[in-house]
């Protein structure tokens, strides 16, 4: 199932994102299409297909210069220092420019006379001191060889991200009430599911990246108190970025197919609600 496109939806679309289409023919998502950004009416007509404006997020060159620009400025020493003291790590480095680049630090529950390592790519998902990383498989080991005896052992082989969306049940509860139970953009009551706007894997990554914990493929694998702490920042993280979005089964697998599963945004949804409520219209 897909998505007929016409000149009013991809100006629409344009318009949302703060572009003037001037092209004023619709050929198809491989045939590039002229257009203003408004932010930079000073520059030149530029050129993008549909096919990259929806799939890709290109656009204007000089916007997307400045959000690069922007998240490397948020990421600073200050910042990397924070995160390696959450771990028990004292970072030596005295700058950071991208997360390629190594990075110095000691342990401070395994000193050493040599600074080790890391670059902030490899810190970020979970990697660090050896000794450290070693200590927790040795334990992971004893917990799992419990077997029955282990409090975690009943649904011990569940994957991490299934328990978890069994913990959000109340999250999904009051964003169904948000829309009274009904579809966003079809209004129909049947086949419902809640529709992140911050995707559930972003969520989970940032979850066991602010506990310093790996992501392991079952659960046995965490203590009861590593897992009470994964619920509990899961539950926290999903409230912070805010409710989800009650959808009929059918219009969520057509989002997704448009924009992927990955790195979507609520500016990506309220472009679907536009293309879809159009469409609906004509």
């Known amino acids: 199932m897909g998505i007929r496109y016409n000149y009013e939806i991809v100006k629409t679309l344009f318009e949302v994102r703060g572009y003037e289409l001037i092209s004023t023919e619709y050929k198809g998502c491989k045939v590039k299409l002229e257009f203003i950004c408004k932010k930079h009416i000073e520059d030149d007509i530029q050129l993008v297909n549909l096919d990259k404006f929806i799939n890709r997020n290109q656009g204007c060159n000089k916007c997307g210069y400045e959000r690069v620009a922007e998240f490397q400025t948020k990421h600073t020493i200050k910042e990397a220092k924070e995160k390696f003291n959450k771990r028990g790590y004292d970072l030596l480095s005295t700058t950071y420019k991208t997360n390629k680049e190594y990075l110095f630090y000691n342990c401070r529950k395994h000193p050493s006379d040599k600074p080790k390592k890391i670059t902030m790519d490899n810190f970020l998902k979970g990697k660090g001191c050896a000794s450290c990383g070693g200590e927790r498989i040795d334990y992971s080991k004893r917990n799992y060889s419990k077997g029955s005896e282990n409090a975690m052992w ?24 948000k829309y009274n139970y009904k579809c966003d953009i079809t209004s129909k009551t049947k086949n419902k599911i809640v529709h992140h706007h911050y995707n559930f894997s972003g969520i989970l990554k940032e979850t066991m990246d602010t506990l310093n914990l790996p992501i392991y493929d079952v659960i046995n694998l965490y203590t009861n108190k590593e897992l009470e702490n994964i619920t509990q920042k899961c539950i926290e993280l999903h409230y912070k970025y805010g409710l989800g979005v009650c959808l009929c089964e059918s219009e969520h697998i057509l989002f997704h197919s448009m924009y992927g599963k990955h790195d979507n945004t609520e500016q990506q949804y309220n472009e679907f609600k536009i293309i879809r409520l159009k469409i609906a219209q004509t």
């Open 154 to 177: 009943k649904g011990g082989i569940t994957p991490l991200h299934n328990y978890l969306r069994d913990k959000i049940s109340q999250w999904k509860i009051d964003s169904f009430k």
